[in-house]
């Protein structure tokens, strides 16, 4: 028979052919080629971080300490920028403008790409065109985005008010003191609602098909399905969206510039609008709008600890 | 009261049905009846239109042409929910953000049932599977044996008319899986449901089900108990795809009541003179003394042993590779000449092409 049945012997201590230090040593070593490695990797990122954030950041910190323009003489005021904040030129205002525009623009931009993600998410064949044509308004920079809409929002000659003619009512002054604010929060949804859309669309097809099978057979209605599998599989996906499309809505600024520079009056002056203004308008007081930025990176920062928190949760859904 | 209650034909009647993807067949005219309380294994190769067939049972997709009926009514047309089936897939499609009693009462919910019902049937299912213990526990925290009874459960609170099965002890390991393909057997009995279960793996179909279909390319090969598919194969697809290790084929001629190719031996003088395929089972093949009638010589090329049993390949004169099952205590030896014997009772014949088998009342 060519098997023998052997037992092997159980290895006697003590044969080791390296001492447990040299065990030590080599390990060491090893770990510490991987850890330079490492970082040699990571080196660039940080550099990048670095220069473009932390110094920025700090900049911020500094010149918010400190009163005059950006040309001329500066002074160290301590904490005196910060203390003013609410007494400052239409702060209450901007504060108030930036949190409405949010409030209007991030529910639409959010519903509605979810509306066109599961549409697109359905569509077998020339998937792709239609992706892109939602998608194009994203291309567009915002300074574009903003003209095209100056011309649509015409009063004259506008497609809006040519459709407000159409359908036999008066024409609208978009960009008045009752219209500009939420026509501005549309062009944002206009501008930002395709990235949300696609960013939704590859999460649903991601979603296991199973899944879905598995409901059709229990009985699930297209609805329950959406209300009971999709939105809850979604949850952080759709989480993460609501916090940054809110943080990218507390930024505006490009769009209220070009649009409407910040009017009329202060209607449409937005928190960033106002830190432009106090850094190059005729104010020009560069320790109030760093204090203002500052305020704004704290309270983004807060935005964001609060989705960690709230992401940490194990599960996507309940 | 549902329309199956009353009920008392087959429990599932396939005619001709068909699957194409633009010019790629799936399934080609498939006919099967299934009786009721039947369990039926799909069983095939991957690729050969089981899983396919199975999601047109459930309605998971179109049939192109034919017609499916489930318990005597036309289910083409109905939606996956009305066609009271339900499925256990093979990675369970569990619900993962719901517990394993929300995953149990999700199609009593979705039917609109009081929670109090659901509660108690969700109870009942559970301390059938033995999942008690489990009920508030999510997905994610169970282990692969518990997640695959959750996926039961779910099927049985149902109740449905038919269980349809798809591959769903693949991912368990080896140990578990043949324990959970007793605990199937043993719940198909108690709870009685037709029940459709698709597997690539012969052990599962041999050992569980009543009758196999067995298919290949989209087309079945041979519908028949485990016992008829294993000693009477339709075709050498079938005699090779049953049984491990495989039957023993070898091409040759009759003449003369004698099997006439890489060597001779008598056959059973029924068997019609001209090209043949003749089969045996490596059980079938006997070791015998060289000089016996009939003995053909041989040697030993190869020795696998597991266990019970040892798989002796051997080489006959003639260049015929031959595999013979023998005792695992045998003392065979890789290079050691023997002799064989192929008992003509037990040989099967094929013809020439090899897809049907010429009936032979004495072999």
């Given at each position: 028979m060519g098997l023998d049945a052997r037992v092997m012997p159980a290895a006697p201590s003590g044969r080791l052919r390296l001492a447990p230090e040299e065990h030590r040593r080599l390990s060491r070593n090893r770990r510490l080629k991987r850890e330079v490695l490492g970082w040699a990797f990571l080196a660039p990122m940080f550099l990048c971080f670095v220069i473009f954030l932390v110094l920025p950041v700090l900049g911020t910190v500094w010149w918010s300490l400190r009163s005059g323009g950006l040309a001329g003489d500066t002074k160290f005021v301590g904490l005196k920028n910060f203390i003013d904040l609410p007494d400052i030129v239409g702060a209450s205002a901007a504060v108030t403008n930036t949190l409405v525009f949010a409030l209007i623009s991030v529910p639409l931009i959010l519903v509605g790409a979810l509306a066109i993600a599961l549409l697109l998410a359905r569509i077998e064949r020339g998937g792709s065109i239609y992706r892109f044509l939602i998608y194009f308004p994203v291309l567009v920079p915002g300074v574009v985005a903003a003209l095209i809409w100056l011309f649509m929002t015409n009063v004259d000659?506008?497609?809006?008010?040519?459709?407000?003619?159409?359908?036999?009512?008066?024409?609208?002054?978009?960009?008045?003191?009752?219209?500009?604010?939420?026509?501005?929060?549309?062009?944002?949804?206009?501008?930002?609602?395709?990235?949300?859309?696609?960013?939704?669309?590859?999460?649903?097809?991601?979603?296991?098909?199973?899944?879905?099978?598995?409901?059709?057979?229990?009985?699930?209605?297209?609805?329950?399905?959406?209300?009971?599998?999709?939105?809850?599989?979604?949850?952080?996906?759709?989480?993460?969206?609501?916090?940054?499309?809110?943080?990218?809505?507390?930024?505006?600024?490009?769009?209220?510039?070009?649009?409407?520079?910040g009017g009329p009056g202060t209607a449409t002056t937005t928190v960033i609008y106002r830190v432009w203004l106090y850094m190059f308008g005729a104010t020009n007081k560069i320790g109030v709008a760093s204090a203002i930025s500052l305020v704004l990176i704290v309270t983004i920062l807060l935005l964001t600890l609060v989705q960690m928190r709230l992401l940490r949760g194990r599960r996507g859904g309940d | 009261m549902t329309p199956t209650d009353t009920y008392s034909g087959p429990a599932i009647e396939l005619i001709e049905v068909a699957k194409h993807y633009g010019k790629v067949t799936v399934l080609d005219r498939v006919d099967l009846t299934v009786a009721p309380g039947e369990f039926i294994a799909l069983l095939g190769p991957s690729g050969c239109g089981k899983s396919t067939l199975l999601k047109l049972i459930a309605g998971l997709d179109e049939l192109s042409h034919g017609e499916i009926h489930i318990a005597g009514r036309l289910a083409n047309y109905l939606k996956p929910a009305e066609r009271d089936v339900a499925m256990v897939f093979q990675n369970y499609a569990l619900y993962p953000h719901m517990t394993v009693r929300e995953n149990m009462g999700f199609p009593l919910k979705m039917s609109g049932i009081a929670r109090d019902i659901v509660t108690a049937k969700v109870d009942e299912a559970a301390s059938l599977l033995q999942l008690d213990a489990q009920l508030d526990r999510f997905p994610d925290e169970l282990s692969g044996g518990q997640r695959q009874r959750v996926a039961l459960g779910r099927a049985i609170v149902r109740e449905p008319y038919v269980f349809l099965m798809d591959e769903p002890l693949s991912n368990l390991d080896a140990l578990l899986r043949v324990e959970m393909r007793a605990e199937l057997v043993r719940l198909h009995k108690r709870v009685g449901r037709t029940t459709i279960y698709v597997t690539h793996d012969q052990v599962e179909a041999m050992t569980m089900a009543n009758r196999i279909v067995l298919m290949k390319g989209g087309v079945v090969q041979q519908v028949g108990t485990p016992a008829e598919i294993y000693a009477t194969p339709a075709n050498t697809f079938v005699a090779t795809f049953v049984g491990s290790p495989p039957m023993n084929l070898f091409k040759g001629r009759i003449e003369q009541a004698r099997f006439r190719g890489a060597f001779d031996t008598a056959v059973p003088a029924r068997v019609m003179p001209?090209?043949?395929?003749?089969?045996?089972?490596?059980?079938?093949?006997?070791?015998?003394?060289?000089?016996?009638?009939?003995?053909?010589?041989?040697?030993?090329?190869?020795?696998?042993?597991?266990?019970?049993?040892?798989?002796?390949?051997?080489?006959?004169?003639?260049?015929?590779?031959?595999?013979?099952?023998?005792?695992?205590?045998?003392?065979?030896?890789?290079?050691?000449?023997?002799?064989?014997?192929?008992?003509?009772?037990?040989?099967?014949?094929?013809?020439?092409?090899?897809?049907?088998?010429?009936?032979?009342?004495?072999?």
């Open positions: 000659f506008g497609l809006f008010n040519g459709v407000v003619r159409g359908l036999g009512g008066k024409p609208v002054v978009w960009l008045g003191a009752d219209h500009a604010l939420t026509v501005l929060a549309i062009l944002d949804v206009w501008r930002n609602v395709g990235y949300w859309a696609l960013f939704f669309v590859a999460a649903i097809i991601g979603l296991p098909k199973e899944l879905y099978q598995a409901a059709e057979l229990d009985g699930a209605s297209a609805f329950a399905r959406l209300r009971y599998l999709t939105l809850p599989l979604m949850r952080r996906i759709i989480f993460f969206a609501v916090v940054v499309a809110t943080i990218w809505g507390l930024q505006v600024f490009d769009t209220a510039l070009v649009l409407t520079s | 001209g090209d043949v395929t003749l089969g045996i089972r490596p059980e079938h093949v006997e070791i015998v003394e060289a000089g016996e009638k009939e003995a053909l010589a041989a040697t030993i090329d190869l020795v696998e042993r597991v266990g019970p049993d040892a798989y002796l390949r051997l080489t006959t004169q003639g260049r015929a590779t031959v595999t013979a099952r023998v005792d695992g205590a045998s003392r065979a030896k890789e290079g050691e000449r023997v002799a064989l014997r192929l008992p003509p009772a037990r040989l099967c014949f094929f013809d020439a092409a090899g897809n049907r088998m010429i009936v032979d009342k004495e072999g």
